[in-house]
């Protein structure tokens, strides 16, 4: 009688075991989870303030309609934190891609990579707009 | 012996109960709290979003404002601005899918604004370029509905005062004056400054000009003219940083 009891006891503990498994494997995919999506979302913001500063005194347009590639990037390297790879693209209203050079400072390789497009109007007296597309990762 | 079987029964059962409550209330309160953060967190996120979002279309619109008067107070049409906005509103529709976005502007007409722009170059020492029109922008998604009124004012302001000393030794005028470049009310920089001078009825361009910039969107600026009459007319052509033409006229006489 007294094995039988310690049996089940046995049992109880098992299960309390499982349980306890599988909470904390909840928990942490959970948190895991959240923080990439936090990361995502905190470098889209990022890039947008970016892109909003340069373009709150037209500086991003004159760099464009200027056709001024490097000191986009020399921009865009000294306003994003230290660690972050970039890849910008500009395309005209009929969405052709009007940078002739390359604005980055990096390949990307297997990161998770962000993408912040955004709506660039210039303030040259003949009137364009471009899109621009930052693409963003944090270098590992 | 039966009765200690039944004590020991009982007991297993209340540490069975224990167990499976407690089992129970962490699986309970680890979902909640995943649950609940995880909402924290995207309600925090998609705020900064649209924030970020209205932001990006507010300096858009500005942007396309001072183009827009760029443009104008150089000869182009006024109702380049209405097209102009139109344009950039379209763009924002096609490429903000985040939800559904609605720009909807209107232009100042008044006495002074005329399709949202207004042109005021006086002859008293007051030059003003100026465009106005107030926006409300709407954005629908599945959870949130979000209404901004909103105005962008861009006006560029010139105020030009001056005097004139006869040079003794052969009659010709030194003018002297004062000009102070305002953006928005606060002091900005000029990119470029022309000044004509009236002789027999027509401007003549200056062409000795001496320019002292002091940094605070005042300038001195200097020059000579040969003029019988007792007053010198002036007419001040300025381009700010912007590209924004203004221009002003002023009387000078002798100090």
Known sequence: MSKRNSGQIRIIEAFLAIFIIFSAITISAGLTTKSTATENSNLASVGLQVLLQLDADGSLSAYIDAGDWSGMREALNLLLPVGVSFNLTVYNAEMRQINTETVSNGAFSGQEITLVEYVCASRNPEFRYYVVRLYLAVAK | ?255
């Not at chain 2, 720009?103 to 006086?122: A, D, M, P, Q, R």
């Open chain 2, 1 to 255: 012996m039966k009765k200690f079987n039944e004590i020991f029964r009982a007991k297993s059962s209340g540490q069975l109960l224990i167990v499976a409550a407690l089992a129970i209330a962490i699986l309970i309160a680890s979902t909640t709290m995943y649950v609940y953060e995880l909402t924290e967190e995207k309600q925090a996120q998609k705020d900064g979003t649209i924030g970020d979002i209205v932001l990006a279309i507010k300096t858009g619109l500005r942007n396309t404002v001072i183009s827009a008067l760029a443009n104008a107070s150089k000869g182009g049409e006024k109702t380049v601005l209405a097209k102009n906005l139109e344009t950039l509103s379209s763009a924002y529709r096609r490429v903000y899918q985040y939800g559904i976005c609605q720009i909807s502007h209107k232009l100042l007409n008044s006495s002074e604004y005329e399709s949202g722009i207004k042109l005021s170059w006086t002859n008293i020492g007051l030059g003003i370029s100026s465009a106005h029109v107030a926006f409300t922008l709407k954005i629908f998604d599945l959870t949130s509905n979000i209404t901004v009124d909103d105005a962008v004012n861009v006006t560029t302001a010139i105020i030009v005062g001056g005097y004139y000393t006869v040079n003794g030794s052969n009659g010709t005028k030194r003018v002297s004056l004062t000009c102070h470049v305002l953006n928005e009310e606060k002091p900005a920089q000029a990119k470029n400054i022309t000044i004509y001078y009236e002789g027999f009825g027509v401007w003549i361009p200056i062409s000795d000009l001496s320019t002292i910039e002091w940094g605070n969107g005042t300038y001195n600026l200097s020059f000579t003219v040969a003029n019988a009459s007792d007053t010198v007319h002036v007419s001040v052509h300025l381009t700010d940083a912007r590209s924004i033409f203004v221009m002003a006229n002023a009387t000078c006489s002798q100090a």
